[in-house]
């Protein structure tokens, strides 16, 4: 087990814990993009005579890649001009928007900014008549649009998983709670975590939660230091049965494996996290051949597939004067061993 999760490790990049990622091979997501294609085929007719130029964060692989690829698709599909630039940093981000207004675009949709950078170029669009899509979280900004699954959408739905995998395995039973988040480097991603304590402890059969001893551990933006405090964790709880561990993102999992595995304690901790990726899948397969109880028990996947058919239908919208809702949330499924083959058999 240590050696596949060893070749399989990759430490994902900072505009990778900004968002969930997901895979876009997906039956059940495939089947939805046929139908977002089919509905934006009918939305072509209306308007089609935009430019849509698109701010993306690294594509080369994950989340970003196959939104990138959907979203060209869906675009390719309804005959709509996009132009995309990937962008680095936030100097970059200052060049792509310049460069996106200096090419004529009619619309910018902004998947590289987080919250913190985004909210000056959604002031500077709005006040210059642009219109801004925001892409995996909430803006505030008003006349701004946005979509994707925020982290507090995200900590709601982990909360929710959270409950229905803890009542199936430990029969509602939590000795400890355990969250794993970039804290310091990435504030805007806390409520990925930390909102599904909140909501799991807002549940019924679950309100002892507030109670439970609740450990947080800053993972920082690498795996470097996630593997040593795990296992000061398991060491400081000998007494903890049952131990929920929610982690922002799948790259830090196998690492968190390892050290569990170390430690005996795999059948102690039952851990959730965001991404769906490859590594994931693997994992979930073995066990679903196996039998075996996965500590690494699931993994948010965001349905990438047609992740860009339901962007384009929210520039359709924005561009032919429909008034959408500000914000329109993504929502994913939790893959686990159990239901794994139904996704990627």
């Not at 996009?82 to 200052?94: E, F, H, K, N, P």
């Not at 902004?110 to 006040?127: F, K, N, R, T």
Request: glycine letters at 8%; hydrophobic letters at 40%; one cysteine or more.
């Amino acid at each position: 087990m240590k050696k596949t999760l060893a070749m399989l490790l990759a430490i994902m990049m900072l505009c990778a814990l900004m968002a969930g990622c997901g895979q876009s091979n997906q039956p059940a997501a495939s089947s939805a993009a046929s139908e977002a294609a089919a509905e934006n085929n009918g939305a072509s007719e209306e308007a089609t005579s935009f430019k849509v130029g698109f701010i993306v964060s690294d594509a080369s692989s994950g989340f970003w890649k196959e939104v990138l690829e959907s979203f060209e698709k869906a675009c390719d599909e309804a005959g709509v001009e996009m132009t995309y630039q990937i962008v680095a940093d936030s100097a970059g981000m200052r060049s792509a928007y310049d460069s996106m207004v200096a090419q004529q675009c009619d619309i910018i949709v902004d998947g590289y900014a987080s919250e913190e950078i985004a909210l000056a170029y959604a002031e500077e669009a709005v006040e210059s008549g642009m219109p801004f899509l925001a892409v995996s979280f909430n803006c505030p900004v008003e006349g701004v649009w946005s979509y994707g699954t925020s982290n507090d959408g995200l900590g709601e739905f982990f909360g929710n998983c959270a409950a229905e995998a803890v009542t199936k395995e430990w029969e509602g039973k939590i000795d400890l709670i355990v969250t794993a988040n970039a804290y310091t480097a990435v504030p805007a991603m806390a409520p990925r975590t930390d909102k599904a304590v909140e909501t799991l402890a807002s549940l019924p059969g679950y309100e002892y939660v507030k109670d439970v001893e609740w450990v947080t551990i800053d993972t920082g933006l690498d795996t470097s230091t996630i593997g040593a405090s795990t296992a000061s964790m398991l060491t400081s709880h000998p007494d903890a049965k049952n131990i929920l561990y929610i982690v922002c993102t799948d790259a830090f999992c196998p690492t968190i494996v390892n050290a569990i595995e170390d430690a005996g304690a795999s059948d102690r901790v039952l851990m959730l996290s965001c991404d769906c990726t490859e590594t994931y899948i693997a994992y979930a397969k073995e066990h679903a051949a196996s039998g075996e109880y996965a500590p690494w028990y699931g993994s948010i996947d965001l349905n990438t597939a047609n992740y860009g058919y339901k962007l384009l239908d929210k520039v359709f919208a924005i561009m032919n004067g429909e008034n959408p809702e500000a914000y329109t949330e993504h929502s994913g499924v939790m893959v686990t061993s159990a239901n794994i083959n139904d996704f990627y058999g």
